[in-house]
């Protein structure tokens, strides 16, 4: 995966949890693709369709909050999100879409400086983010090594087969 | 250090840790079900590895959408089926545990001092016995089959003392929804919250689940309780496993917290969560009247034989209102038994509500009794998030046993203090 992404911004609010990402009655379907069909969609029903084009999600705090669900993530990477930057996100989320290869930026006052149709630019390895229609910069703690190395590789799994004694 | 500093350090071969480290910790058990673990099953056979690490350290338990709703259901049943035997895990099928939460400690899985991981987020309720337990997705699930390891990174405490004696019909879920109302939904993101004090020490087991249950509601990684001599009469005859010195599991005096919130639960009233945010918390008088279609009992935060006493405590010789659907689910076999031992399945049957088979049911919207637009529920789970249960247009209210049970009976959400008076 390449570490410098461009696409224009989709914004959300504040404490988007999962079952607004992807809801439980969904929770059956395997194809990833079959569940990026419902990505946000009690949101915004438009919002897959929008997606396709490659975007970036930008949200407030506590981003993915509630359940552990991997199929959040997943439905918004295959629905053609290539990153998401919030103010703050819930732990599992972070994690989860670290694991199946969804960059995932935390940026302080990222959601006052962006809007819907902004075109942005993020550099993970630097920890920058650049708002190009605002020519607005924020630079951000980068995450640590292991975990870039883990998103270079596309997730955890392919981090794992890379390994090898696999522990 | 404080307890769940003294867990990771000994799980990851340190003498001390501080917040913010990384560790690599072992993994002393974990779980999944049969809505994470399909997904984990698909990536573990990715990676290249035969066995799990240690078949007696994983647990499975079909729970979610059980007995099957579906083909897809049925599909993802066989997976675990078939993953379990393959690898010989330990297995709760239909009909012979339950909800996870309460399957994993009832059945002896959970034992204080361990670090737990379990493909739901409220794996957080296993805190209740001194374990550090937090949920992970299936990816990583994965990856703990393979290598029995997680990366964690040493949360930072937040300490909740709480003092008091709760007033009839007032409830630890009263307090947790309390507390998250004052923390906030996001107010404890990477954090521990450590439950202490002396209404903490006087709490049942049952209700230290509900506590640290809720935990994740309010962004917590953990939620964690110092074992005691209610923790282990507990588990007297349903672990095998050796306890750990309880002393080594108390937080040190001069242990470090981020802060520390003060509650006293004497003149708390029932509290109840209003739409669409866990942190909408109102007391049961600030609500106003809100009329209700379905009451839900049951769930990983409130199906426990306590909880079902209490709501057959308000239900007994009254009807749910006529045009109120109940439904009670005792969160696993051993709980189902003992309320049809007790008579409290006759109380509830009695009262016209129907009693099913222990599951999640409607608490994720998975199946069992979903809501369809401009319905409103009131429900003694652990989300009310939009969409949550059902329809979107749907509302949800979130609250103890005991309220829960009063409102059915009046139709509207009701203090099931005043319900007893009135009668």
Redesign the interface.
Known sequence: MSMKIKGPAIKFGNNIDTDVILPGQYLVLVDPYELAKHALESLDPAFPEKAKKGVIVVAGKNFGCGSSREQAPLALKYAGVKCVLAESFARIFFRNAINIGLPVIECIGISNEVETGDELAVDFEAGKIENISKGKKFQVDTLPPFILEILADGGLIENLRRRPNKK | MNITEKILAKASGKKTVRPGE?VDANVDMMMVHD??G??AVE?FK????EKVWDNQKVVVVLD??VPAE?V??AE?HQTMRQFAKDQKLRIYDVGRGGICHQVMPEKGHVVPGTVIVG???H?CTYGAFGAFAT??????A??VF??G?I?LKVPEAIKINVTGEFQEYVTPKDLILSIIGRIK??GA??KSAEFTGPTIKNMSMAGRMTLCNMA?EM?A?NGIIEPDETTRKFLEGRTSKALPNFESLKSDKDAVYERTLEFDVSKMEPQVACPS?VDNVKTVSEVGNVSIEQAFIGSCTNGRIEDLRLAAQVLKGKRVKDNVRTLVIPASQEVYKQALNEGLLEIFTDAGAMVCGSACGPC???HIG?LAADEVCVSTSN?N????M?S?QASLYLASPATVAASAVTGKITDPRKLEAKT
Do not use: C
């Open positions: 990384i809505l994470t399909p997904l990536a990715k990676i290249g590895v979610h959408q579906s897809k259901a993802l493909a739901d987020s794996t949920g992970i997705g299936s990816t990583e994965a990856a393979a290598t390891k990366w939904v996001d993101i990477y994740v962004g990684k945010s994720l919207g998975g979903l989300r998030f939009i969409g949550r059902g979107t």
